[in-house]
């Protein structure tokens, strides 16, 4: 039986592992290979890093950290938790005990199947409006996605860019999308440009150009996990208290997972306190 099993190898797993294991707490942390991080080509907002950092770096960077100060890390996906007499936790592989669960899995953000959306990751295609905002001063952008999600990243948008288009792709957008923000919901058949993004085309065969799209279809993911526990959910993000406690004794969730900012930082300072909380815990019943 593990102390602790902390599910994610993004920012807040490991942040938190690092914290149990330097603890002295037996930790196992599971996680498959892409997280959001992994999708960030070059970070600049992150303390400490002169030079930006490419996602893949940051996360290989904490994993050697996590293994040197004694976190056993497995590379698989967690299929299922269940509670009886201590949390069990069910992979595509494994079955895994532990006396407390960090849930660190992120959001899950989703990819719409469009021509030449994948060519444009990273080159014109965003999905954090906070982290990209400023890459996009006084151009004309999009939002793809037709509700509260995108909702949110449009307005952290309108004062920094020159213009915002919600493009719903076909799907009914929610009415509280102010006048400031144009609305296309014609079906998308493809992206276009040549380094970088340049335009999108419609089914109806029209164009619109742009310099960017910010991806923000749904949002969080993880309270499928969360929700089989009983752990209270809201939309889909776990809620927690401000020691990232849930409703469940002995689990915790940190990071994008939680909903608010998606950022490292809070990522880091989400999966840290979390990590607290567990050595507590976890103390509290060997006494
Ligand atoms: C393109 C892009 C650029 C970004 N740029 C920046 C930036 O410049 N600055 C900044 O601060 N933030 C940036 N972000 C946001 C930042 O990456 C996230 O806020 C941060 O990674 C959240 O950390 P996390 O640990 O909560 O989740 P993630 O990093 O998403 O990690 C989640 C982990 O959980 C694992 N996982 C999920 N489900 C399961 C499962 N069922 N079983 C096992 N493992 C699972 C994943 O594989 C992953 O290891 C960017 C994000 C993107 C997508």
């Not at 029209?206 to 991806?215: P, W």
């Amino acid at each position: 039986m593990h102390d602790v099993i902390i599910i994610g190898t993004g920012p807040a797993g490991i942040s938190a592992g690092i914290y149990t294991s330097r603890a002295r707490l037996h930790t196992l942390i599971i996680g498959e290979k892409t997280g959001a991080l992994s999708k960030a080509d070059k970070i600049e907002n992150y303390y400490g890093f002169v030079n930006p950092i490419s996602g893949g770096k940051l996360i290989a960077d904490g994993i050697s950290q996590a293994k040197r100060v004694g976190a056993e890390i497995m590379s698989d996906q967690v299929v299922s938790i269940g509670y009886d007499d201590g949390f069990t936790v069910n992979t595509k592989n494994e079955e895994y005990k532990g006396q407390a669960v960090i849930i660190a899995t992120g959001s899950n953000r989703t990819a719409p199947r469009i021509e030449g959306f994948s060519r444009f990751e990273g080159q014109g295609i965003s999905y954090c409006a906070v982290c990209d905002a400023f890459f996009y001063k006084d151009k004309d952008v999009a939002v793809l996605g037709c509700c509260e999600y995108a909702l949110h990243e449009a307005i952290q948008l309108l004062p920094i860019v020159k213009s915002v288009t919600l493009l719903t792709n076909g799907v009914p957008p929610i009415p509280q999308i102010p006048k400031e923000i144009t609305i296309i919901d014609s079906e998308i058949s493809s992206f276009e440009g040549n380094e970088t993004l340049e335009r999108v085309r419609f089914s109806d065969g029209n164009t619109l150009s742009l310099a960017g799209i910010f991806v923000a279809i749904g949002v969080a993911g993880s309270s499928d996990l969360a929700k089989k526990l009983g752990a209270e959910t809201e939309g889909l993000k776990i809620v927690v208290d401000e020691n990232m406690a849930t409703n469940i004794p002995g689990l915790y969730a940190a990071g994008d997972c939680t909903g608010g900012m998606m950022q490292i930082a809070k990522a880091v300072y989400q999966g840290a306190q979390a990590a607290m909380e567990v050595i507590k815990y976890i103390r509290k019943d060997k006494k």
